[in-house]
Antibody, heavy 120, light 107 residues
Framework: EVQLVESGGGLVQPGGSLRLSCAASGFTFNSHSMNWVRQAPGKGLEWVSFSDSGSSAKYYADSVQGRFTISRDNAKNSLYLQMNSLRVEDTAVYYC???????????????WGQGTLVTV | EIVLTQSPDFQSVTPKEKVTITCRASQSIGINLHWYQQKPDQSPKLLIKYASQSFSGVPSRFSGSGSGTDFTLTINSLEAEDAATYYCHQTSSFPHTFGGGTKVEIK
C-alpha cells in the first residue's frame, strides 16, 4: 500500500523558514518523481514543486521560485521542501504527492499524503 | 502558464442524476488532463488520468472525455457519497496547474 506521511508543518512568523518532510513507503521511491502541492484554507489546489526520481530535474511555481527548494533522499525514502522567506500567503496545507508516467511522456499524480498545515 | 477554467463552480444535484463538469485549457494540452475528487478534510483522490482513463478502483459511473483544450468529467447516476469538490489538473507543461474546482452538493 502506498503511504505518504508529511511532517514539519507549524506556526512560523513572516520571513521565517520551515522544512517539510514526506516519508514514503509501500513502493519503490527511487523510481518515482514527486510533487509538492498546497491548498490554502477554503481554497483550491496549487501545484508547488516537482522533482524527478534522481533530483536532476526540479521545477517550481512562480509564487515560490527562489524561496522554496525541493530535495529528496532516496536512501531514506524521503522528500523534503525547504521553505524560506515565508509569507502570509504561503499559509496552506502542503501535500506530498507521488508521480507516475504509465508509459507516457507526461506525468500524472496518483497518490497524495494527508498533508501538513503551515501557518505564517 | 496554462490556465484551466472549470464550470460550473457549484452544482446541486439529486441522487441518480447525471453530472457534467467541464474544464477548458487556455492552450492545447493533448490528453494530459487528469481529474481528482476531494471530500471535506481529505486529500484529493485520482479519478481519471490522461483525459479518459479510469484509475484503479474508481467506480464505473465516473468517466472522462476530451482532448486539446476541452475536457469533460461525467458522473452517471450520482450517489450520495459523490458529494465533493472536483478538480482538473494539467501536466502538459510546467508550471503544472489546477482548475478552480467544482463543488457538487447532493440535494
Amino acid at each position: 500500500e502506498v503511504q505518504l506521511v508529511e511532517s514539519g508543518g507549524g506556526l512560523v512568523q513572516p520571513g521565517g523558514s520551515l522544512r517539510l518532510s514526506c516519508a514514503a513507503s509501500g513502493f519503490t521511491f527511487n523510481s518515482h518523481s514527486m510533487n509538492w502541492v498546497r491548498q490554502a484554507p477554503g481554497k483550491g489546489l496549487e501545484w508547488v514543486s516537482f522533482s524527478d526520481s534522481g533530483s536532476s530535474a526540479k521545477y517550481y511555481a512562480d509564487s515560490v521560485q527562489g524561496r522554496f527548494t525541493i530535495s529528496r533522499d532516496n536512501a531514506k525514502n524521503s522528500l523534503y521542501l525547504q521553505m524560506n522567506s515565508l509569507r502570509v500567503e504561503d499559509t496552506a496545507v502542503y501535500y506530498c504527492a507521488r508521480v507516475r508516467y504509465d508509459g507516457n511522456t507526461k506525468p500524472v499524480v496518483d497518490y497524495w499524503g494527508q498533508g501538513t498545515l503551515v501557518t505564517v | 502558464e496554462i490556465v484551466l477554467t472549470q464550470s460550473p463552480d457549484f452544482q446541486s444535484v439529486t441522487p441518480k442524476e447525471k453530472v457534467t463538469i467541464t474544464c477548458r485549457a487556455s492552450q492545447s494540452i493533448g490528453i494530459n488532463l487528469h481529474w481528482y475528487q476531494q471530500k471535506p478534510d481529505q486529500s484529493p483522490k485520482l479519478l481519471i488520468k490522461y483525459a479518459s482513463q479510469s484509475f484503479s478502483g474508481v467506480p464505473s459511473r465516473f468517466s472522462g472525455s476530451g482532448s486539446g483544450t476541452d475536457f469533460t468529467l461525467t458522473i452517471n447516476s450520482l450517489e450520495a457519497e459523490d458529494a465533493a469538490t472536483y478538480y482538473c489538473h494539467q501536466t502538459s507543461s510546467f508550471p503544472h496547474t489546477f482548475g478552480g474546482g467544482t463543488k457538487v452538493e447532493i440535494k
